[in-house]
């Protein structure tokens, strides 16, 4: 049972999945408050899927055209970037309807992804480790991008806590204040974007959602507070990661998947008990 | 002599052309005043703040807030919104609903706007109720927080859209006595379909339905204005009298 524990002691890829766990739920818990509450979890989903697109896109000029310095995470933190701005922009817009935008979005980013691998000589075969990820991959340098990401992300939630925070609770009023309400709308969106692509490390493009959400969904249903939301959903998302890595290490089943599982066993074990435990007044 | 708090000249507005939401509407309102804003359902009286707040600009006619644009004097009136409908799960404290009025203003800091939220909260008498989760208060008490949130600047103006709605008869007078303590602080609108609010604001009546009109003075709600209160029989543009000017 302990096995990635004790790995992890001697081996440098479990130290770096223990360590990417750790990193990445910083982000995911700060952000996916921030979704869940906002109701933006099928913008989350639409974004994540789309990111494939960019992935299989710098995989395809890497090798074809010999853009050597061009890395898979550039072309996800691109696509990422480019659907948030997009689907913000609709939303805001409301020229078009909002789920049909997102719909679009995240089919054709998907498809251009699949395209893009089936197309790109050697990657092919890559294409499951990219829908569904794998955190025992995650070299040095991905751990220090997970790094640098963490820190854009946190500093800015600090700074401009207060405003997200009346954004979320109450849009009109947030307008009448003279908040930029739509420019911080697209700035969540960019949040969002980039700590999808942070995820997507760990547990693929496919079920980067479920981790988004469901660890601050649980968190949710105890915090009084934003910032307490973000402090739980963060120790939940490191819980259901070591948990997952766990529980995989030694049958060597998919960590991504598994970590989804008991995501989604400790959701439906908080939204079963009664009310009364989670009193909060 | 000073100028008006509000003052609205020959205001016409209608999301579509045809079909005017307000017309034709004169008003002076002095500040300190107390007024109270009376009329049926869609008569056009959350159109009206929406015009004072700056949030929509006037088909015809001009309306000047505090001597300025209505968006430039957003800053100095007070706001609480008609049916707030908030996610039952959100993750918020009462203190931070309050601190949320301080944002877009002059930059305070968190030390200051925490004794801010402490203040307004005492004087809707919810003092100590600070760190409570917001959803865990009642419907009366949630508007009172909102009242604190509206007051948290000191503005010079106040707007009440109906915040007697959807509360129980003790609620109604716990809000109705933070308002007569707040009158002739500040110059405050209220609308109401509440005659049990109304009748203890009569200071200034307008009624809304269409145009708009200024209720002769009196002490008492008589048959007339409850009819106005309560939007019963009046059809579009059924107001007796001429524009207001008070």
Redo the contacts between chains.
């Keep these: 049972m302990f096995d990635f524990w004790q790995a992890a002691l001697t081996h440098p890829l479990a130290r770096n999945a223990l360590f990417a766990a750790l990193l990445v739920s910083l982000c995911c818990g700060t952000v996916g408050t921030y979704v869940v509450v906002r109701r933006i979890s099928y913008i989350a989903a639409g974004v994540s899927h789309c990111v494939l697109g960019g992935l299989g896109a710098a995989c395809y000029l890497n090798v074809a055209w010999g853009w050597t310095w061009l890395k898979p995470v550039h072309g996800a933190l691109a696509a990422a970037l480019l659907s948030a701005i997009v689907i913000g922009w609709v939303s805001l817009r409301r020229r078009e309807r909002e789920d049909t935008a997102i719909s679009a979005v995240w089919s054709v980013g998907m498809a251009a992804g699949i395209l893009f691998l089936y197309a790109t000589p050697g990657y092919s075969q890559d294409l499951m480790g990219y829908l569904f990820g794998n955190i025992l991959l995650v070299t040095n340098q991905s751990l220090w991008l997970l790094a640098g990401l963490d820190a854009v992300v946190i500093l800015i939630v600090w700074w401009f806590f207060h405003q997200f925070q009346a954004v979320c609770f109450d849009e009109e009023f947030a307008r009448l204040r003279n908040l930029r309400v739509d420019a911080y709308y697209i700035l969540l969106l960019t949040l969002t974007a980039l700590t999808v692509v942070a995820l997507s490390m760990v547990v693929g493009v496919v079920l980067v959602i479920a981790l988004l959400t469901l660890p601050a969904a649980m968190a949710g249903r105890f915090a009084r507070s934003l910032g307490q939301m973000m402090v739980f959903a963060s120790l939940l998302c490191a819980a259901c990661c070591l948990a997952g890595l766990t529980i995989s290490y030694r049958p060597d089943l998919p960590v991504g998947p598994t970590i989804i599982l008991v995501a989604g066993a400790g959701y439906l074990i908080t939204a079963a008990l009664p009310r009364r435990f989670f009193r909060r007044g | 002599m000073t100028t008006p708090a509000i003052e609205l000249s020959a205001v016409g507005f209608g999301y579509d052309p045809r079909f005017p939401v307000l017309e034709a509407v004169d008003m002076r309102i002095e500040r300190g005043a107390f007024v109270t804003i009376v009329g049926p359902n869609g008569g056009g009286k959350t159109t009206l703040f929406r015009l004072v707040?700056g949030?929509i600009r006037p088909t015809r006619g001009t309306v000047r807030v505090l001597d300025a644009d209505p968006a430039r004097a957003?800053?100095r009136i007070g706001?609480v919104?008609q049916h707030?409908a908030?996610?039952p799960?959100?993750?918020?404290?009462v203190q931070?609903?309050v601190?949320?009025?301080c944002?877009?203003?002059a930059r305070v800091s968190r030390q200051t706007a925490r004794e801010r939220a402490a203040e307004a909260l005492d004087a809707v008498g919810l003092d100590g109720l600070g760190?409570?989760?917001f959803n865990?208060l009642s419907g009366g008490q949630r508007q009172r927080v909102l009242i604190a949130?509206g007051l948290v600047t000191d503005p010079e103006i106040l707007l009440l859209d109906e915040p007697t709605s959807n509360v129980d008869a003790t609620a109604e007078d716990a809000i109705a006595r933070v308002l007569e303590g707040l009158r002739g602080n500040m110059t405050i609108l209220l609308v109401t379909h509440t005659a049990a609010v109304a009748s203890r604001f009569l200071d200034t009546i307008y009624c809304v339905n269409r145009r708009v009109h200024a209720h002769p003075a009196t002490d008492k709600l008589d048959e007339d204005l409850m009819r106005h209160i309560t939007g019963f029989a009046l059809a579009p543009g059924d107001i007796s009298g001429g524009h207001a000017g008070v």
């Design positions: 707040l949030l957003r800053e706001y919104p707030f908030c996610d799960l959100f993750p918020v404290r931070d609903v601190r949320m009025g944002l877009g203003g760190p409570r989760w865990s949130r």
